[in-house]
T-cell receptor
Framework: GAGVSQSPSNKVTEKGKDVELRCDPI?????LYWYRQSLGQGLEFLIY????????KSGLPSDRFSAERTGGSVSTLTIQRTQQEDSAVYLC?????????????FGPGTRLTVL | SQKIEQNSEALNIQEGKTATLTCNYT??????LQWYRQDPGRGPVFLLL?????KEKRKERLKVTFDTTLKQSLFHITASQPADSATYLC?????????????FGKGTHLIIQP
């Protein structure tokens, strides 16, 4: 595709429900990132994928959060038993591997609201 | 941990003037420093990147400076236009390898008044 796409664009859920957020990176981009942007806060780095592998998952806020990537392309971020503090915009970004320091290409984000 | 401060939450500038945004960081200097623009309801869009051994980088009406002694980057928009109104984010790439992600400031909301 022309850019990074994310779905859904908006998600409203009830506290305690599970949600799954999807990211389609730019074709050929091996590196993929998830960030969270809460109201009035900067973007918070969550996890990085190199291909299908996530070397370090310590940035995930709690064990209710998990992420996977298959086929070196699509990635999903799953939040189990959602809490109100999980409400935020979840952004995905990708870039070609090997280009150290180069820009990240961001998707439009998924706005998650937990009631 | 690394902390980033951007000079103000909001900055009002008259059209045609130069807007200057500040990014200060603590601790160690990053391998790269990047600036992004974010419009409401959209993801950040890359503008400029500067390396730790570079002092200045320009692109059209944009200029970025990087002072590792002061631990500061300045972002300038010359001949500002109302269309430049947006939130501007400073981001540090600590290792340059990408695995750590980017560390972002909270952003400066720039308003260019006609």
């Amino acid at each position: 595709g022309a850019g990074v796409s994310q779905s859904p664009s908006n998600k409203v859920t009830e506290k305690g429900k599970d949600v799954e957020l999807r990211c389609d990176p730019i074709s050929g981009h091996t590196a993929l990132y998830w960030y969270r942007q809460s109201l009035g806060q900067g973007l918070e780095f969550l996890i990085y994928f190199q291909g299908n592998s996530a070397p370090d998952k310590s940035g995930l806020p709690s064990d209710r959060f998990s992420a996977e990537r298959t086929g070196g392309s699509v990635s999903t971020l799953t939040i189990q038993r959602t809490q109100q503090e999980d409400s935020a915009v979840y952004l995905c970004a990708s870039r070609p591997l090997g280009l150290a320091g180069y820009e990240q290409f961001f998707g439009p984000g998924t706005r998650l609201t937990v009631l | 941990s690394q902390k980033i401060e951007q000079n103000s939450e909001a900055l009002n500038i008259q059209e045609g003037k130069t807007a200057t945004l500040t990014c200060n960081y603590t601790n160690y200097s990053p391998a790269y420093l990047q600036w992004y623009r974010q419009d409401p309801g959209r993801g950040p869009v890359f503008l400029l990147l500067i390396r730790e051994n570079e002092k200045e980088k320009r692109k059209e009406r944009l200029k970025v400076t990087f002072d590792t002694t002061l631990k500061q980057s300045l972002f300038h928009i010359t001949a500002s236009q109302p269309a430049d109104s947006a939130t501007y984010l400073c981001a540090l790439d600590i290792s340059g390898g990408g695995a750590d992600g980017l560390t972002f400031g909270k952003g400066t909301h720039l308003i260019i008044q006609p």
